[in-house]
């Protein structure tokens, strides 16, 4: 491709070979001699602290973070209450449940995978899991279409059920969007149907001052039946 688009100078080699073993000319390999062995790997040395300290800025373990206090965050691991949290009566009335989101499950890869067609008739529908013990205090069986709502928002799937779950909480797949659906707007795959995302919060208050990162996890939520049929609304 680079070469159809005018780039043959910065693209002297003539296969993809040739281009692996161009890049791994430093360390004196060729692809193929990588493949045999398997990768390359370099050879362990233990005890690196003792020569060359720790990867802080006194080379010390910090307990207490130099680099969090020069940012002006806190040094120590400090506890706070979610903005949306249990302790929170006019929420946790309305939204029971705990959610979790972001568990791997198979043969999937994040958001990856949906479009082959094997994976799918593996694991065809986005699920949210409860304990049998929840799903019947809220009268409903596996395999109902449901819907997941916190304060942000709400999203539509299939309910599993497992005793390895905590009664008190929720877990939903996270990363769905369904490749067999429309492209265009406003479908766009039917993305914002299932997918977690829309269940998260990302307002300032919600957002972590020492990582910058945003929770998806222990969230607030509630799970309801849902129609069969997603035109129906949900």
């Known amino acids: 491709m680079a070469v159809r688009l005018g780039q043959s100078e910065e693209w002297p080699w003539s296969t993809i070979d040739d281009v692996w073993d161009y890049r791994l000319s430093p360390v004196g390999l060729t692809f193929s001699q990588l493949l045999e062995r398997n990768g390359l790997f370099g050879k362990p040395e233990f005890g690196r602290y003792k020569?060359?300290?720790?990867?802080?800025?006194?080379?010390?373990?910090?307990?207490?973070?130099?680099?969090?206090?020069a940012l002006g965050c806190e040094p120590l691991?400090?506890?706070?209450?979610?903005?949306?949290?249990?302790?929170?009566?006019?929420?946790?009335?309305?939204?029971?449940?705990?959610?979790?989101?972001?568990?791997?499950?198979?043969?999937?890869?994040?958001?990856?995978?949906?479009q082959i067609e094997a994976a799918r008739k593996k694991r065809?529908?986005?699920?949210?899991?409860?304990?049998?013990?929840?799903?019947?205090?809220?009268?409903?069986?596996?395999?109902?279409?449901?819907?997941?709502?916190?304060?942000?928002?709400?999203?539509?799937?299939?309910?599993?059920?497992?005793?390895?779950?905590?009664?008190?909480?929720?877990?939903?797949?996270?990363?769905?969007w369904f490749p067999e659906r429309k492209e265009a707007l406003p479908d766009l795959f039917g993305v914002f149907e299932a997918n977690a995302n829309v269940l998260c919060p990302d307002g300032p208050e919600f957002c972590s001052p020492e990582i910058g990162n945003w929770p998806h996890t222990a969230l607030l939520c509630r799970v309801q039946k849902a129609p069969a049929n997603p035109d129906e609304g949900f």
């Open 51 to 69: 020569k060359y300290g720790f990867g802080t800025p006194s080379g010390k373990v910090e307990l207490r973070s130099s680099t969090f206090e």
């Open 77 to 114: 691991p400090v506890y706070r209450e979610m903005a949306h949290s249990p302790t929170d009566a006019s929420l946790a009335g309305a939204f029971p449940l705990i959610l979790i989101t972001g568990s791997r499950f198979m043969p999937m890869y994040h958001s990856e995978q949906r």
């Open 124 to 176: 065809p529908d986005p699920l949210v899991t409860l304990h049998p013990d929840a799903a019947h205090s809220l009268n409903l069986t596996e395999g109902d279409w449901v819907k997941v709502e916190t304060p942000s928002g709400g999203i539509r799937m299939r309910l599993a059920l497992s005793d390895k779950i905590d009664p008190r909480m929720a877990d939903a797949d996270h990363g769905w």
